[in-house]
């Protein structure tokens, strides 16, 4: 497949571009490791951050993509699960205020059009004229892609492409897509994604009348080893631009500088495994266009992923099939997500932070040490809490549920726990593995309130679907249990992990979460960066 692009001329140079100070060359450092340990900044103090890796790769014309597949699931093989229940009756607004098209074929994607029925914050949470003004455009660009036809336009006139490689677990790649899409929704770009991931087998096709997988003939092999050392990387632009000696190619990718620049390539090989939209609200560039769009700060995720990510029909069969047998008649539900990086044994600290969070926030209720003298009511009346623990071990689950099995509550209530999986290791990119995980993100985002694991991408994914502000639990050292165990959110957003350090207006290193009133540090990762909606 021959494609021209930019007259068929690479781009090899990159303009001329203010270097920076040395300060920010002192934090630039934890772009690129995942381990930092800055003095620069009092803000920059000495942690543990896992980077967000960008390549961006400036391409003339395209080349072959393969295509990897797992073998076939079934819902059966690790759930117990009731049969369907019948479509119930609601009053929810199916195209989310105009967030979605109709048109699609409903047999082919249930959840399109479904997933409002499951949500407490569906009609509250409603998406801005503007964004929905943007969304049909870029739609409009996505249709260069002709669906089942495997081809692409790069002709003059036609719109250039963004093509994402996202890595990691599938939570990293979830918030990877939403950051990209966001990107090329602001850029006029065509969203592509590289199809050796799980993620054509998880979600459904999220533009009429297109595919935003790569197509087959796309020329380069092995998208996913691609890395900023290649020579046509952005990085290696900025590094040989002899005009320069500036080091740091991401924080100008983040500012305006290099904008018209970028705007030259007909081809953007982006590699990532973590959310960024919070940097591109710190770009002057685009800070305007972004206050039309998404008026609420804190909302811009759980807009992004209900237009993006639909799960295929065989992930919502068994997503509702638990829900209407285990969450559907509970007058209360609680999620609680647990996430462990110390290893894969369980942890009893873990296990008491979990206990305190919960007994001290009032999320779950006391029970009475000794049994009633008394014969207990009857349970006809009580008031009912569904308890969903999502984790790779079963033993926290098996604790809790054990302490609600032996002990009556103190005021009644009925608790009941429930984990639908417990793979015990991680198993990114399987797919049978990623069905599962993304089963859970989404039976989490129905619950009424929301316990979550401090630098967890899949707490993070299960709350911003839910429009869900959690609690978070802070990440412990030494093994111990923090205190306090755990702290409300500011907002339901995710947190980006390796935020730039720098003021694009001002021109030097600087605290990016004091630089405008939305964009604030995270509560779980203290140099991270997150969106809120100000008071």
Same mark, same amino acid.
């Not at 949470?125 to 739609?139: A, G, M």
């Not at 899409?181 to 999220?206: G, I, K, M, N, Q």
């Given at each position: 497949?021959?494609?021209?692009?930019?007259?068929?001329?690479?781009?090899?140079?990159?303009?001329?571009?203010?270097?920076?100070?040395?300060?920010?060359?002192?934090?630039?450092?934890?772009?690129?490791?995942?381990?930092?340990?800055?003095?620069?900044?009092?803000?920059?103090?000495?942690?543990?951050?896992?980077?967000?890796?960008?390549?961006?790769?400036?391409?003339?014309?395209?080349?072959?993509?393969?295509?990897?597949?797992?073998?076939?699931?079934?819902?059966?093989?690790?759930?117990?699960?009731?049969?369907?229940?019948?479509?119930?009756?609601?009053?929810?607004?199916?195209?989310?205020?105009?967030?979605?098209?109709?048109?699609?074929?409903?047999?082919?994607?249930?959840?399109?059009?479904?997933?409002?029925?499951?949500?407490?914050?569906?009609?509250?949470?409603?998406?801005?004229?503007?964004?929905?003004?943007?969304?049909?455009?870029?739609?409009?660009?996505?249709?260069?892609?002709?669906?089942?036809?495997?081809?692409?336009?790069?002709?003059?006139?036609?719109?250039?492409?963004?093509?994402?490689?996202?890595?990691?677990?599938?939570?990293?790649?979830?918030?990877?897509?939403?950051?990209?899409?966001?990107?090329?929704?602001?850029?006029?770009?065509?969203?592509?994604?590289?199809?050796?991931?799980?993620?054509?087998?998880?979600?459904?096709?999220?533009?009429?009348?297109?595919?935003?997988?790569?197509?087959?003939?796309?020329?380069?092999?092995?998208?996913?080893?691609?890395?900023?050392?290649?020579?046509?990387?952005?990085?290696?632009?900025?590094?040989?631009?002899?005009?320069?000696?500036?080091?740091?190619?991401?924080?100008?990718?983040?500012?305006?500088?290099?904008?018209?620049?970028?705007?030259?390539?007909?081809?953007?090989?982006?590699?990532?495994?973590?959310?960024?939209?919070?940097?591109?609200?710190?770009?002057?560039?685009?800070?305007?266009?972004?206050?039309?769009?998404?008026?609420?700060?804190?909302?811009?995720?759980?807009?992004?992923?209900?237009?993006?990510?639909?799960?295929?029909?065989?992930?919502?069969?068994?997503?509702?099939?638990?829900?209407?047998?285990?969450?559907?008649?509970?007058?209360?539900?609680?999620?609680?997500?647990?996430?462990?990086?110390?290893?894969?044994?369980?942890?009893?600290?873990?296990?008491?932070?979990?206990?305190?969070?919960?007994?001290?926030?009032?999320?779950?209720?006391?029970?009475?040490?000794? *049994? $009633?003298?008394?014969?207990? /009511?009857?349970?006809?009346?009580? +008031?009912? %809490?569904?308890?969903?623990? @999502? #984790?790779?071990?079963?033993?926290?689950?098996?604790?809790?549920?054990?302490?609600?099995?032996?002990?009556?509550?103190?005021?009644?209530?009925?608790?009941?726990?429930?984990?639908?999986?417990?793979?015990?290791?991680?198993?990114?990119?399987?797919?049978?593995?990623?069905?599962?995980?993304?089963?859970?993100?989404?039976?989490?985002?129905?619950?009424?309130?929301?316990?979550?694991?401090?630098?967890?991408?899949?707490?993070?994914?299960?709350?911003?679907?839910?429009?869900?502000?959690?609690?978070?639990?802070?990440?412990?050292?030494?093994?111990?249990?923090?205190?306090?165990?755990?702290?409300?959110?500011?907002?339901? *957003? $995710?947190?980006?992990?390796? /935020?730039?350090?720098?003021?694009? +207006?001002? %021109?030097?290193?600087?605290? @990016? #979460?004091?630089?405008?009133?939305?964009?604030?540090?995270?509560?779980?990762?203290?140099?991270?960066?997150?969106?809120?909606?100000?008071?």
């Amino acid at each position: 497949m021959a494609l021209l692009g930019a007259g068929g001329i690479g781009i090899t140079k990159r303009p001329p571009q203010q270097c920076l100070d040395a300060e920010e060359k002192a934090a630039q450092n934890a772009e690129a490791k995942d381990t930092v340990e800055q003095d620069a900044k009092p803000w920059i103090a000495r942690k543990k951050a896992t980077t967000l890796a960008i390549c961006l790769v400036v391409l003339p014309i395209l080349v072959t993509t393969v295509s990897l597949r797992d073998a076939t699931w079934t819902a059966e093989s690790f759930w117990h699960l009731a049969t369907p229940s019948t479509r119930q009756e609601s009053n929810a607004d199916e195209l989310l205020g105009g967030l979605l098209v109709p048109g699609f074929d409903e047999r082919t994607c249930h959840s399109r059009y479904r997933s409002a029925w499951y949500r407490k914050n569906a009609t509250r949470l409603l998406p801005s004229s503007h964004l929905i003004n943007r969304l049909r455009r870029q739609e409009a660009l996505q249709r260069q892609v002709r669906a089942g036809h495997g081809s692409v336009q790069s002709r003059d006139g036609a719109a250039p492409y963004l093509v994402l490689v996202p890595y990691r677990g599938l939570g990293n790649r979830m918030l990877a897509v939403a950051s990209a899409f966001l990107y090329a929704t602001l850029t006029d770009r065509v969203l592509l994604l590289d199809r050796a991931t799980s993620l054509s087998d998880l979600f459904c096709e999220p533009f009429p009348g297109t595919s935003w997988l790569l197509p087959r003939q796309f020329p380069i092999k092995n998208l996913r080893n691609l890395t900023g050392e290649v020579r046509e990387s952005y990085r290696n632009l900025v590094r040989n631009d002899s005009s320069t000696s500036c080091r740091a190619p991401l924080r100008l990718f983040y500012c305006d500088d290099d904008r018209q620049f970028l705007h030259r390539a007909p081809w953007l090989v982006m590699r990532t495994d973590g959310y960024f939209v919070p940097a591109l609200f710190l770009n002057p560039a685009y800070q305007e266009e972004l206050d039309r769009m998404f008026p609420r700060k804190d909302a811009v995720f759980y807009l992004l992923a209900h237009y993006l990510f639909h799960p295929t029909n065989k992930v919502w069969g068994v997503i509702t099939r638990f829900y209407n047998s285990y969450l559907r008649n509970a007058d209360e539900k609680l999620g609680i997500q647990v996430r462990v990086f110390d290893g894969d044994s369980p942890f009893k600290h873990v296990l008491d932070q979990i206990l305190a969070c919960t007994s001290q926030e009032r999320l779950l209720p006391e029970v009475v040490m000794q *049994e $009633p003298t008394l014969p207990p /009511p009857s349970t006809a009346g009580a +008031r009912s %809490k569904a308890v969903l623990m @999502t #984790g790779l071990s079963s033993w926290y689950y098996e604790n809790i549920r054990s302490k609600y099995l032996q002990s009556a509550t103190a005021a009644g209530e009925v608790v009941s726990v429930y984990q639908p999986s417990h793979e015990e290791h991680e198993f990114s990119g399987k797919t049978t593995h990623d069905m599962k995980a993304l089963a859970e993100m989404y039976l989490l985002g129905t619950t009424d309130a929301i316990v979550t694991s401090g630098w967890s991408t899949f707490g993070y994914v299960g709350h911003g679907l839910g429009g869900l502000t959690p609690w978070i639990m802070l990440k412990p050292e030494n093994l111990t249990t923090p205190n306090p165990p755990c702290r409300r959110a500011r907002s339901m *957003e $995710p947190c980006m992990h390796a /935020p730039p350090f720098y003021d694009c +207006r001002a %021109k030097h290193g600087a605290d @990016t #979460g004091k630089l405008v009133p939305h964009v604030q540090h995270c509560e779980d990762m203290s140099w991270g960066l997150k969106l809120v909606h100000p008071e």
